[in-house]
């Protein structure tokens, strides 16, 4: 697996980071703030932002941003898994699209959405900082982070609303043995060409294919092999 994919799966598998932007108010400082995120199916990163926030009125000025996350599991922080993804961010002119992918990730956002003054925002990235552990640092290659439109991203709402409707214990069995923990509500929340994402009562786990699927038919036989290793 090249470092590309590596970072973009690390920023898949988290839900918030630290988002910097260029202070308007102190002549260019920069200024940092806690913002939930969502990778979309290209590898850019979706933020919903009020713009009564101080990090709107910063991008409104200058789009130029950075978003940093990190595993959140691990103690140890000058060794643990992080990934800089520095960008552009610009509005996202398909709110409506974009909110009913964005608030099945995050339904708690559901009155912000509601509110006219909170918007979407798409960061682009231009470059990447991957750390992936001790000895594991890379700039990483642009070309084979971007993902290219494929066939699952208008796949997605079926293959979602069929394993919600049809594989409930199937995803039960994937949370029991991929990560140790016994759900009882589960809801596939996503699929992409990386991995998908599962709400498990109240937490959300990711779970990545070995190897990158683009249609609904190898995400088929990925669910599959996966859902085979979980009954063993």
Request: charge should be negative.
């Amino acid at each position: 697996m090249n470092n590309a994919r590596e970072a973009r799966m690390m920023l898949r598998a988290h839900r918030y980071g630290v988002l910097s932007t260029i202070s308007k108010k102190f002549d260019g400082y920069p200024f940092g703030s806690i913002t939930p995120y969502l990778v979309d199916h290209d590898g850019s990163l979706l933020i919903l932002i009020s713009t009564l926030a101080e990090h709107t009125k910063n991008i409104l000025q200058d789009p130029r941003v950075s978003i940093i996350t990190h595993d959140q599991r691990d103690p140890h922080i000058q060794t643990q898994g992080r990934v800089t993804a520095l960008g552009d961010a610009k509005l996202e002119p398909e709110r409506e699209q974009t909110g009913l992918r964005y608030l099945r990730y995050f339904p708690e956002a559901a009155g912000y959405f509601a509110m006219h003054d909170f918007s979407f925002y798409r960061i682009s990235p231009v470059a990447i900082r991957y750390i992936g552990g001790f000895g594991r640092i890379h700039w990483v290659d642009m070309e084979n982070y971007t993902v290219q439109h494929y066939p699952l991203i208008e796949e997605e709402s079926g293959v979602v609303e069929h394993m919600n409707s049809d594989h409930q214990d199937t995803m039960r069995n994937y949370c029991n043995h991929y990560r140790q923990y016994t759900a009882l509500d589960v809801a596939m929340l996503g699929i992409d060409i990386d991995g998908f994402d599962v709400r498990a009562d109240d937490r959300v786990f990711r779970f990545d294919f070995a190897q990158p699927v683009t249609d609904a038919q190898q995400a088929r036989r990925a669910l599959v092999e996966m859902a085979r290793a979980a009954k063993q």
